[in-house]
């Protein structure tokens, strides 16, 4: 909240952080993942983060456009191949902010197998996945976190597959901090985004946000007023939850809040402590590529 | 049902003789960048928007500011906005010169 200035018209305050030439954006209306880069901008004005520092890095979807919309070095990747990019980037970039933010498709399908190694080397990243069930550039696809019996276009008879518990599978892979919202926790949202933001090694929020063209008139939920309602009626927040526990199913309750804040040595901090067990003073630590 | 004749009285409108309490904040709205979602409509917690029935150029309903007395600037409209086109802000105190 800022305050305004006498006798001339305040600008929003996401402004500074944000393309703006580029504005309005592609998102349908209604998209919770405008909503969640309001919040993301709102974090990273109240974290001490210097821009010149920060790199966001997407993939591919709706919620991949988000790196053409910040204002700051960002760079849009190929379909499931964010974490790698930013892999590369932080470990050539140690004293840099990387930042991933993507959807659950993209993360956690066809870029699966990146995102456990990234958590399982506790890679300095903050992972911002938006979860909105469902592959929304595509048109509508089933996704690993589609829930039990939800229709999508290739499940027209109702999702049968088993689903991702995002929050358990990357607290098992190693992640040191785990939240999850929805994006009607607007608030919370922020605040975790910045602990995420300023917390070093693998960093991962769930942000659950509506579709309301594909996934709720698919399933014939409503609009996205309604999807805002479910998450306020249906969501308790349980910081500290067992993550084993907070698996989602269709319209079913949310568990939200902080699941997971415990540190542990970074993959840098892991390789400069083993070579110089080894090598001893002969070993130069490695602080990036200078 | 039978409807009551009276007007609601919910939420009155202050006289003309006396002068209505400055609002603690105010809200901006970018009317070219809204997608109607109305999400600041809903989610303003003292009510003082609405969608009216107005469009922009791209043919999307407007909310608007009806009731701008209750504006507490709390932001809430512009942390829901999923198009960064509205933002609420705390009013300056004027009288005793600070916060
Ligand atoms: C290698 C490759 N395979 C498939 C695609 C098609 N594709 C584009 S976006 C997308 C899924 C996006 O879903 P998600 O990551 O959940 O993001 P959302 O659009 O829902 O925000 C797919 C399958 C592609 N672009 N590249
Ligand atoms: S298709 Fe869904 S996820 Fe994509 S912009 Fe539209 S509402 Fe958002
Ligand atoms: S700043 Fe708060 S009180 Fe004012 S319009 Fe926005 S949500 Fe309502």
Known sequence: MSDAPTNSTPTNPVEKLLRMERIPHIWCPGCGVGTSVNCFARALDKTDIDYDNLHVVSGIGCTGRVAGYVNVDSFHTTHGRAIPFATGLAIARPEAKVVVYSGDGDLFAIGGNHLIHAARRNIDMTVICVNNFTYGMTGGQVTPTTPYSAKATTTPYGNFEDTFNLPNLVESCGAVYVARWTVYHVRKLIKSMTKALNTKGFSFIEVIAQCPTLYQRRNKLGDGVMALQYYKERSTVQNGAPTVDVGLDYQSDIIVGEFVDKPRPTFMDKYNTRMTEILGNKFVPYEGVK | ?99
């Open chain 2, 1 to 99: 049902m039978e409807q009551d004749s009276e007007p609601s009285n919910d939420n009155p409108k202050p006289s003309k003789s006396e002068k209505p309490p400055a609002a603690k904040g105010q809200a901006f709205i970018d009317e070219e960048r809204c997608k109607g979602c109305s999400y600041c409509v809903v989610f303003c917690p003292t009510e003082v928007l609405a969608m009216g029935g107005r469009l922009n150029r791209k043919g999307y309903h407007l909310p608007e500011v009806v009731n701008p007395e209750k504006c507490n600037g709390c932001d809430m409209c512009g942390l829901f906005c999923p198009d960064f086109a509205i933002f609420g802000v705390r009013n300056k105190k004027k009288k005793d010169g600070g916060e």
